[in-house]
């Protein structure tokens, strides 16, 4: 019986002060990678394939962005993933933890 032996691994003198550590009854139930990632967000890293522009084409993009980062439309943004620290002005944070800080922007 669980109830048991949880007062079985209490000392006298806990039990006398009052001193009781919290009895978990459910067992908590952690959250599927689904759960967690709602938005379907991924990481990119070095060892995925990604498929590479021709070099003009890039370089156009690249000198472009590089004359007026902040000229960079929204729609440039959502099509090609490009944002830059330039082009984002951050309003305030909102929260920080050790996978880095989170901060309202536009």
Not at 19 to 36: A, C, E, V, W
Not at 83 to 94: A, G, P, Q
Request: proline letters at 6%; charged letters at 30%; hydrophobic letters at 25%.
């Amino acid at each position: 019986d669980m109830f048991n032996y949880y007062f079985k691994e209490l000392s006298e003198d806990d039990r006398a002060r009052g001193l009781l550590p919290p009895l978990i009854i459910f067992p908590k139930h952690g959250k599927t990678p689904r759960k967690r990632n709602i938005h379907g967000l991924k990481i990119r890293t070095g060892s995925e394939t990604e498929e590479k522009e021709p070099e003009s084409a890039s370089n156009q993009h690249s000198s472009s962005e590089q004359n007026n980062p902040a000229d960079v439309g929204f729609e440039s943004i959502l099509s090609h993933g490009w944002i830059t620290n330039e082009s984002l002005r951050y309003l305030d944070l909102i929260g920080k933890g050790n996978g880095g800080r989170v901060y309202r922007a536009v």
